[in-house]
């Protein structure tokens, strides 16, 4: 008990501001998962993304913090919004899931909790202080990210965009379907 006392003593603003992140966070996840209305499903992912983007800020990534916020709590998140309103999912299919579902569910969620504590409460999981000497200010900044993408990582940068365009191209051509043709 003590420890965790002298924790929360040496804990700087910064500190605080990241346990209280967290505590928002796992909330919000755990709305996601357990929210039976997919509107209220979809709001607490966003604001998990949210308080994810805080967690960018913190670690000096203003970048990923923006683009988070902007492409996934933005776009994707309004995309499933519209997908979900357009389904009219408004039945209950709880009645759909078997004995042997729920039960499976349960064992898996209870080995994975005995797993996350006791990954938690290994010696190695401990949290590495950071020396100032090896700590760059300019860690997370979009400068040091485009150097990086651009020389060390350029081949996976470009399988990705290619990757993306042959998904577009596919779209475009599950979606244009001439008279006569079969559907997919």
Do not use: W
Not at 1 to 9: D, G, Q, Y
Not at 48 to 62: E, K, R, V, W
Not at 159 to 178: D, I, N, Q
């Amino acid at each position: 008990m003590t420890e965790v006392i002298n924790f929360f003593k040496t804990l700087t603003p910064t500190g605080y501001l990241f346990l209280v992140l967290t505590a928002i966070t796992i909330f919000c996840a755990i709305g996601v998962v357990t929210a039976r209305n997919p509107i209220y499903s979809v709001l607490a992912l966003i604001a998990t993304f949210f308080c994810l983007s805080g967690h960018y800020i913190l670690l000096n990534a203003q970048f990923l913090a923006a683009v988070n916020i902007i492409v996934y709590a933005g776009a994707i998140m309004v995309l499933f919004l519209f997908t979900i309103m357009f389904l009219n999912l408004r039945k209950d299919d709880e009645e759909s899931k078997t004995n042997l579902t729920k039960m499976a569910s349960v064992i898996v969620g209870g080995l994975l909790m005995v797993m996350l504590i006791t990954i938690f409460r290994a010696k190695s999981a401990q949290v590495p202080t950071v020396n100032q000497m090896t700590f760059s200010s300019k860690t997370g900044l979009v400068e040091n990210l485009g150097n990086l993408l651009y020389s060390d990582y350029i081949l996976p940068f470009e399988l990705t965009s290619v990757l993306f365009l042959v998904a577009m191209v596919g779209a475009v051509m599950l979606g244009k379907r001439e008279a006569g043709d079969r559907h997919f």
